[in-house]
Structure formats: C-alpha cells, structure tokens
C-alpha cells in the first residue's frame, strides 16, 4: 500500500525544504501546569470513551519521505527513527518496508484528490465523506492511519475467518467496565504537507512535526488558542510568529506516555495516566 503511495507521490514534485539543523529541545514555560498537561492530552489524543487509544504496537514503525532531496529525505527519515526510539515506539530495522510515510507536495490538495480518485485503497475503512472532508481539511498538511488488525488483551493480532471475514478473539481475558479483550493498532500512516509551509523551517522541524502526526492520530487544530509549547503550530503559523525549533518536552513526553499506557483500559483512563506521566517529567526538569 505505501509502495503505491511512493509511486503516485511522483506525480506531484515538492520544491526542496531547508537543510537539516540539530538542536536541543525547546522547553516553554507554561502556567497552571496541571491544567494544561490535561487539555493538551484532551485535545491531542482522539478516541472515544469506551475504546482505546491507537498506536502502533505489533507493527513496528518504518519511516519514508517523498518529495525531497535525497539529503533531505535521509535526514527527515533519520531523525523521525530517533524520535521512535527516544519514545520506545516499536522500530523496525533500517531495511524495513516503509509504513509512514512523508510526502511533501507543492499541490497537497490535487494530490489527495487523485488518491481518492485513483487509488482509493490508500483510505481503508473511510467512506466517501470522510475522504472528502480529508481533502478539503484546511491547514498547511493532513494525516490519517490506516488501521490494522485488532489485536488480543495478550498482544497477538486476530485471526480472520475465512468463512465471516471477522476478527476471531482466542484470548482467555475477560473485558468488563474498565478494561477490554481487545485492542486497536496503527498497520500505516501517511502525512501530506503543502511544501510552501515549509519556507523558513528546517527538515529537523518537518521530521518532528510529521513523527507527531503519524506516530499519534493527533489534530493540531484541537490546540488553537491554547499556549502549550508543541512544534504542531510549526507549519500554520503566521510569517512572523516564533515556533519551536525542534519536537518539544510536551511533544516527546506524550509519545512517551501513550506509548507507555496500558492499552487494556479505555481512552479516559489512558488519557488520565498519560497526562499524570507528562506532569511528572515536566516537573523532574525544572
């Protein structure tokens, strides 16, 4: 599936982003931090009540670029692997058949429209409205996750029937009000960002700001307004507005912490233990 993306990618060239630039972490300041650890894992984290957060686990994340430089697409490549591994999101070695893809395009619009239109299979389980509203989604870039098989309280993907096409659960754990049988994972993600944002970033913000949107099913329109330190607002700010120079402590401690969350507990009680582990490492570093 991301092999075909790459090749449809092709239609639509990228003018080049900016060179690579290692930094530190930016670290902000935020007041009443207890508030705002929570709104920030509210608004960044999707899902339900009585379902569970999603996140790559028995598939392990292999990322690519498209649409840049070879120099460019190594290093956004490299540093979304060192992110994975800073966060302990399951990687997989360098050889690896990509399954995150990073595709920056001069038409981000026309190129989705040609997707939807040519190769509908890149949007699995979306119906028609949902790829539509996908297309027309405002914003310098649009991410979506392709869902993959469920997978049992004990982590071992489902088996299908062949005869129903269902999933059948063979685990001997039983759900109940705060815990389930099973659980959702990430198979793919894909990024695609209109490269004029670009202008004036480094690829070191690109690799960020797409780990954040791939790694996790993240809507940074969810934090407008809100003054939380995060490089989400790296692509849609205004000309003259000061942005994060790399991934930030929030950015990295809530991949962290939903990478580290107890995946057999609903979406509430993740979103609880995530915000109380972002809280307790923003603390320990001041």
Do not use: H
């Not at 399951?90 to 990073?102: D, E, F, Q, T, Y």
């Not at 202008?199 to 954040?212: H, I, R, S, W």
């Amino acid at each position: 599936m991301i092999g075909l993306l790459l090749a449809a990618a092709l239609v639509l060239q990228a003018q080049p982003a900016p060179p690579a630039a290692e930094n530190d972490v930016v670290v902000t300041g935020v007041r009443d931090r207890t508030e705002a650890v929570r709104d920030f894992v509210g608004a960044l984290t999707v899902a339900n009540a009585d379902r569970q957060l999603s996140r790559f686990d028995a598939r392990q994340v292999c990322p690519a670029a498209m649409g840049l430089t070879p120099s460019q697409k190594a290093a956004v490549v490299a540093r979304m692997r060192q992110i994975a591994g800073a966060a302990r999101i399951p990687l997989a070695g360098p050889k690896c058949r990509s399954n995150v893809l990073v595709i920056v395009t001069n038409d981000r619009k026309a190129l989705l429209e040609r997707l939807a239109k040519e190769r509908r299979l890149y949007f699995p389980g979306m119906s028609g409205r949902e790829v539509r509203a996908l297309i027309d989604q405002p914003g310098a870039a649009v991410a979506w996750q392709v869902a993959g098989p469920a997978l049992t309280a004990d982590g071992f993907e489902m088996p299908v029937d062949p005869d129903t096409g269902t999933a059948v659960n063979q685990t001997t754990a039983r759900g109940s009000r705060l815990t389930v049988a099973a659980r959702p994972q990430f198979a793919a993600a894909a990024v695609v960002i209109d490269a004029a944002a670009l202008n004036g970033l480094t690829t070191t913000q690109l690799a960020d700001y797409a780990a954040m949107r791939s790694f996790a099913r993240i809507d940074p329109a969810r934090l407008a307004g809100t003054p939380t330190p995060t490089i989400l607002t790296a692509l849609d700010a205004a000309a003259d507005a000061l942005v994060p120079i790399t991934m930030t402590d929030w950015d990295l401690e809530l991949l962290r912490a939903l990478y580290a969350s107890d995946p057999k507990v609903t979406a509430p009680s993740q979103r609880e233990a995530i915000a109380r582990k972002i809280e307790k490492r923003l603390e320990g570093q001041r």
